[in-house]
């Protein structure tokens, strides 16, 4: 069957595709039900089946006689440490971690925040939850202890696994600290926080004088190993939160059955990975990306993971993916666009890349933002092996457009990221909800069912489900982002509709960002927009009208609201510019001509929006942009 054969039956003969993907993964019980789709309720794949995650990703490989090959690689550069785990440890490990986590009450049915940095105790801790039935969430490291806070009163975690400390390229990142910071905000209070300490940096956890506060090594060394229980498909393996178009994150929730499909399809079919090779996502396993490709993917394929505590570049130069891939035997990689932007910009002539052997490397991913032919372009002329754009989303888990290698060869179209994926019955439509003809451009929609994997919901908040992606187009999901299609179905994603943006591959809100610039005492109002970078796609961009009667100095405010932003939301924001106006262009109903002032901001055309308020306000926005611009940029 080829790709087109398969997407073909996944959309006409669902039942019988599924059935089949499902039959490529370890049940407890198999499931009778492969799709329940009553045409009113969202519908749920492989409702009646049971199966154990963790058991996928460890016990089974064991159980098969690969306990002996390497499962997780741990290298990283900014402790000068590589440390590899074979399936047998990895399986003591998380086994007694889970033992651990029983001691302390949790069970099927409760919920744990992950805040971590990248080692492989991190992985152990998602595992361990996996393997109760305990819904993890694991929160990036680069966001503030304000928004940790939002998400424990959000899901209210029985306990909170963190490390003592991360290491930011040379700067130490305070997590335990953070996470103490984050519960004194919330209402929320979990019953343990279980911390990991990292003797190495230095900064050693007094566990003597808090019985609340465990220590992650002895909780695991001094536990009886926990077996796997029998989890219902549709019981979520975890929350992960995401931004939208309003300050509050939504928490994506995944099934257990369909992710373990989803997982086990895509590294197969979409990859092209074959069990027992080194399977790469240079990614954090706080996003998406490091959730099903860094860590449950790689596991369930049975290959070998690489949790990577390093950047691009500076730790300690830009060949350090290209040594990665030398010296561990990398067949098959996947990172973001502005991962290879920086790198390209340090090393324009390949210099770095040509110091290694590539010739493990098949293929390599990129996604998470729109990749730059200029990237592609470099990336062809040193690196040589077919580099392939795909689009997902938090919400998919999976890769919902793209090629599948491991089918079949592909064709590549520059700036495309491919074609639908079985299950996925990707259209375009138009404002009115019609299917736009090819090379028209419109909004990405999906026919409902999404394929196994894709969300179940929003954890909590039913209502923001539905309004949020399923009553715009009934019947579809409504993506965010604009897209094209060619006539040989290619799609070419053109960018998000709504209020979010992409800072080097990480989803961020500009909603949120404002909330935090308007609680500045002297900002009237404000807008913040994503204007083009170089390197990270795009960057927030904030723009203040000041209080009446405010004499604060522009550039002060510009260092407050930069500070804020960092505190409220994360360094990993990136928040970098403040402009002052007195007065945001707007439509004669009020609202913020925010396309214009990106467009003004990115030195492009833009044409007077018909809807303007005041059209003299954009001459005089022009010349405040004009002197910021000289002055700063
Ligand atoms: N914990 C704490 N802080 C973090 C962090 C973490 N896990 N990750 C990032 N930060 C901080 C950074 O130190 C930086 O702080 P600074 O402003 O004080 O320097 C800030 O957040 C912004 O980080 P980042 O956007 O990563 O910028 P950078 O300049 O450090 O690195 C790239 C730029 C392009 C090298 C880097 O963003 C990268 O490797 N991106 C790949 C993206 C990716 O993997 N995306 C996942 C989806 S596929
Ligand atoms: P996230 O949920 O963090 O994975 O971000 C998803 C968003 O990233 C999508 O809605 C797109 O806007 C963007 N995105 C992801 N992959 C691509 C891609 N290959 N091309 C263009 N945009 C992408």
Same mark, same amino acid.
């Given at each position: 069957m ?8 996944s ?21 009778s ?9 969202y ?14 990703a460890v ?7 690969f306990?002996?090959q390497?499962a ?14 074979t ?10 971690f ?5 001691k ?19 992985v152990?801790?998602?595992l361990?939850?996996a393997?109760?039935g305990?819904?993890h969430s ?9 928004e940790?806070?939002?998400r ?9 696994i ?5 290491m ?11 996470v103490?910071?984050?519960i ?21 956890i007094d ?27 549709t ?11 309003t300050g ?5 929730v ?43 993917g ?30 561990h035997? #990398?067949?098959v990689?996947?990172? &973001? @666009?502005? +991962?290879?932007?920086? /790198? ?5 002539e390949? =210099? $770095? ?5 590539l ?10 933002e729109?990749?730059d ?6 990336y ?6 077919p ?5 997902w ?32 019955d990707?259209k ?16 990405? #929609?999906?026919?409902?069912?999404? &394929? @196994?994997? +894709?969300?179940?919901? /929003? ?6 489900? =539905? $309004?949020?992606?399923?009553s715009r ?6 993506s965010?982002?604009g897209?094209?299609k ?23 809100s500009?909603?949120?960002m ?5 609680s500045?005492?002297e ?18 961009f ?25 505190e ?18 707007k439509?004669?109903s009020?609202k ?14 833009y ?22 611009k000289k002055?700063y940029?």
């Amino acid at each position: 069957m080829n790709a087109d054969q398969m997407f073909s039956e996944s959309i006409t003969q669902k039942e019988k595709f599924w059935g089949k993907q499902a039959d490529q993964i370890e049940w407890f019980k198999k499931p009778s039900k492969i799709l329940t789709d009553d045409g009113i309720n969202y519908p749920t794949w492989f409702e009646d089946g049971e199966l154990n995650t963790c058991f996928l990703a460890v016990d089974k490989h064991v159980k098969d006689g690969f306990g002996e090959q390497v499962a997780i690689i741990y290298d990283s550069p900014v402790t000068n440490r590589i440390i590899k785990y074979t399936y047998n440890q990895v399986l003591e490990n998380v086994s007694k971690f889970a033992g651990g986590l029983q001691k302390l009450g949790l069970e099927k049915g409760d919920t744990a925040i992950i805040y971590m940095p990248m080692i492989p105790e991190s992985v152990f801790a998602m595992l361990a939850c996996a393997r109760l039935g305990v819904t993890h969430s694991v929160v990036f490291g680069g966001f503030a202890p304000k928004e940790l806070a939002i998400r424990i009163d959000d899901c209210k975690p029985k306990a909170i696994i963190t490390a003592s400390s991360g290491m930011e390229v040379s700067r130490r990142i305070p997590y335990l600290p953070f996470v103490k910071e984050a519960i004194s905000m919330s209402e929320h209070q979990p019953n343990y926080i279980v911390a990991f300490d990292r003797k190495l940096l230095g900064n050693r956890i007094d566990f003597k004088n808090d019985s609340t506060l465990v220590d992650f090594e002895k909780l695991l060394t001094e536990s009886e190993p926990a077996d796997c229980v029998s989890i219902e498909s549709t019981h979520p393996l975890y929350i992960l939160y995401t931004s939208g178009t309003t300050g509050k994150p939504k928490g994506v929730v995944r099934d257990n059955g369909g992710h373990a499909v989803a997982m086990k399809f895509s590294m197969k079919n979409i990859y092209g990975a074959k069990e027992g090779e080194t399977f790469w996502a240079a990614s954090d396993i706080g996003w998406a990306v490091g959730h099903s490709y860094s860590v449950y993917g790689p596991l369930i394929n049975r290959n070998a993971t690489i949790i990577f505590e390093g950047k691009p570049i500076g730790t300690p130069d830009a060949g350090t993916f290209w040594r990665i891939i030398e010296e561990h035997q #990398v067949a098959v990689m996947f990172t &973001a @666009p502005t +991962a290879i932007r920086a /790198i390209k910009k340090e090393d324009p002539e390949g =210099k $770095f890349v040509k110091k290694y052997d590539l010739s493990s490397l098949r293929t390599q991913f990129l996604a998470g933002e729109r990749c730059d032919v200029a990237t592609l372009d470099w990336y062809d002329e040193f690196v040589s092996v077919p580099a392939i754009d795909h689009w997902w989303q938090t919400e998919s888990g999976s890769p919902m457009l793209g090629l599948m290698p491991g089918i079949a060869n592909v064709k590549i179209k520059r700036a495309s990221a491919g074609k639908p994926i079985p299950g996925y019955d990707i259209k375009v439509f138009s404002e009115e909800g019609l299917e736009l003809e090819p090379h028209h451009e419109g909004y990405l #929609v999906i026919k409902l069912p999404l &394929a @196994p994997g +894709a969300m179940m919901g /929003i954890w909590g908040d039913p209502e923001r489900f =539905k $309004f949020g992606y399923l009553s715009r187009f009934p019947g579809y999901y409504f993506s965010g982002d604009g897209a094209i299609k060619d006539e040989d179905g290619y799609v070419f994603v053109t960018g998000r509709v709504d209020d979010v943006i992409n800072v080097a591959g990480h989803r961020l809100s500009t909603a949120e960002m404002e909330e935090v610039v308007s609680s500045h005492k002297e900002v009237a109002e404000c807008c913040v927009v994503g204007i083009d970078d170089d390197l990270k796609g795009q960057v927030p961009f904030a723009i203040a009208v000041l209080k009446s009667g405010s004499e604060i100095d522009e550039s002060v405010l510009e260092k407050e609201i930069v500070l804020l932003i960092r505190e409220k939301i994360g360094a990993v924001a990136s928040m970098k510019n403040a402009l002052v106006v007195n007065r945001l262009p707007k439509t004669r109903s009020g609202k913020i001509l925010r396309k214009l002032i990106r467009t003004m901001l990115d030195g492009k055309e833009y044409q007077m929006p018909s809807t303007i308020d005041d059209e003299s306000i954009v001459a005089e926005l022009q010349e405040k942009m004009n002197t910021y611009k000289k002055k700063y940029l």
